[in-house]
């Protein structure tokens, strides 16, 4: 999954979590270890599941500078999701998306919720 480090709704992640969870019963959920926003909040959200492996793909900033985080994204394809779920973000997320599209892997954009800003 992936989505913007300032998306700031914990509970429309875990609402929507739940409900893609019911809905398709997956068993894993890949998310890349930003220590805010959408991973937190996935993370955050597998933790508290029994049935849901967390694997988490961290981008080395400091070693790779700019190129981290479309190295992160093209390694976390690698692992074969069935789906990306994709939380609004900017420019990492559009990444993700794009190289997920251009893969042939399902993307599933999650839309902002007015109500948690």
């Known amino acids: 999954m992936c989505g913007g480090r300032n998306f700031r709704s914990p509970a429309q992640v875990r609402r929507e979590l739940d409900r893609l969870h019911a809905q398709f019963g997956f068993t894993a959920l890949m998310h890349g270890g930003c220590p805010t926003g959408v991973d937190k909040f996935a993370a955050e959200w597998g933790r508290q ?4 492996d967390v694997w988490v793909c961290r981008a080395d900033w400091e070693r790779l500078g700019r190129n981290a985080g479309p190295l992160r ?3 976390m394809l690698t692992w074969g999701p069935d789906m990306v779920i994709a939380f ?8 993700m998306t794009e190289r997920a599209e ?5 993307v599933l954009r999650v839309l902002q919720d007015e109500r948690n800003g």
């Open 102 to 106: 251009r893969l042939g892997f399902a």
């Open 73 to 75: 994204n093209a390694k």
């Open 88 to 95: 609004p973000g900017g420019v990492g997320t559009a990444d």
């Open 49 to 52: 599941r029994a049935d849901v």
